[in-house]
């Protein structure tokens, strides 16, 4: 199968930046769409941005102009990097892909990684 592996969390001031990474690694043929999400205490998963293998992105409006996405299909690695972060930020920050064909499987899966914090003081 697969997994997802997040780095680049951690504790920064408001209006400061950092960098998400998550790889993909395994027996994978191809993945569709990879994105990160997160999730505040208390509050739900909610989506923050995807990227598909052609690059078309989208973005949950809270962080548009301030977070890009990008991604290196050759290395199944996705990038997340925030700028101008704000307190509201902090959350826990999952990795997600999906529609992902791994070798002996028909059909597409989908994975989470495990999820990297990111903490932002005011």
């Known amino acids: 199968h697969a997994q997802l592996v997040e780095s680049g969390g951690g504790l920064v001031q408001a209006g400061g930046s950092l960098r998400l990474s998550c790889v993909a690694s395994?027996?994978?043929?191809?993945?569709?769409?990879m994105g990160w999400y997160r999730q505040a205490p208390g509050k739900q998963r909610e989506l923050v941005a995807t990227?598909?293998?052609?690059?078309?992105?989208n973005y949950a409006d809270s962080v548009k102009g301030r977070f890009t996405i990008s991604r290196d299909n050759a290395k199944n690695t996705v990038y997340l990097q925030m700028n101008s972060l704000k307190f509201e930020d902090t959350a826990v920050y999952y990795c997600?892909?999906?529609?992902?064909?791994?070798?002996?499987?028909?059909?597409?899966?989908?994975?989470w990684g495990q999820g990297t914090q990111v903490t932002v003081s005011s």
């Open positions: 395994g027996s994978i043929l191809s993945i569709n769409v």
């Open positions: 997600h892909a999906g529609g992902v064909r791994v070798t002996g499987i028909v059909g597409v899966l989908y994975y």
């Open positions: 990227i598909t293998d052609g690059g078309s992105t």
